[in-house]
C-alpha cells in the first residue's frame, strides 16, 4: 500500500511538473491516463500529504519548486548548457542557497551542484538532460 502511494506521488510530481494542473478534477484525468484510479479522497489526501500548494497562475507545485522559483527569479542571472554540465550564474552571494533549492527540487536528470560565490555548476546524466534543466531554470528567471 504504502509502495503504491509512493509511485502515484512519483507519477503526481512528474504531472504537476509537466502539466499545468489547476483542479482536482485535472490531476484525476491525468493519474487515469497514467494508469491510475482514484478517488476524489485518495487525491485530495496526496495533495495534502504531498503538500502541493497553487501557484500565482492557479496551478497546483510542489513546494520546493515555489522555492526555487522565487530564488531563482530573485537571484538567477543567466543559465547556460554546456555538455553534461549547466553553469547558472547569480548575484553575488546568491549560489549557495540557488544550488541548495536546485538540489532539493529532484530536477529529472539532475546528479548534483556544486556552488562558489556566484556560480554553480549543475552535473546531469547527458546533454539532453542538461538541456532540458537549463531551459527550466531560464523558464522560472523570466517568471
Partial sequence: MVRKRQQRHGV???????????????LAE??????????QATISR???????????EGCYALPEE????????????????AGNMVVVKTFSGGAAGVSAALD???????????????TIFLAT????????IQVAIDRLRRR
Fill in 12 to 26: 503526481i510530481r512528474h504531472i504537476v511538473r509537466s502539466h499545468d494542473i489547476r483542479t482536482q478534477r485535472d
Fill in 30 to 39: 491525468r493519474l487515469q491516463a497514467a494508469g491510475y484510479e482514484c478517488t
Fill in 46 to 56: 496526496d495533495i495534502m500529504e504531498m503538500g502541493l500548494v497553487k501557484s500565482r
Fill in 66 to 81: 515555489m522555492r526555487l522559483q522565487r530564488m531563482v527569479s530573485e537571484l538567477v542571472e543567466d543559465v547556460y548548457a
Fill in 104 to 118: 532539493r527540487a529532484d530536477l529529472k536528470g539532475a546528479l548534483g551542484t556544486v556552488a562558489g560565490d556566484n
Fill in 125 to 132: 546524466e547527458s546533454p539532453e538532460a542538461a538541456e532540458d
